[in-house]
């Protein structure tokens, strides 16, 4: 990154590092970097992907009338 801050792949790369270290949040920014330089990065999406589809745990459930 250091050397080409524009190479996508290497944003997506270590937003799989960070994730693997429990860091979810710095991952997700890396992945939305990632697909800021490259739309179409099909990793970044997936990547990305997996943390929007998983449910709130902490929703609130309707309240009984």
């Not at 524009?6 to 920014?29: D, F, P, S, T």
């Not at 449910?55 to 609130?60: F, L």
Request: aromatic share 4%; hydrophobic share 30%; charged share 40%.
């Amino acid at each position: 990154i250091e050397l080409n801050p524009k190479m996508a792949n290497a944003y997506n790369n270590l937003g799989v590092e960070i994730e693997k270290k429990g860091r979810v949040e710095e991952a997700k920014e890396l992945y939305r970097k990632a697909l800021k330089l490259d739309p179409n990065h099909a990793e970044a999406k997936q990547n990305l992907e997996r943390f929007e589809a998983k449910p709130m745990t902490d929703k609130k459930e309707p309240e009984a009338s």
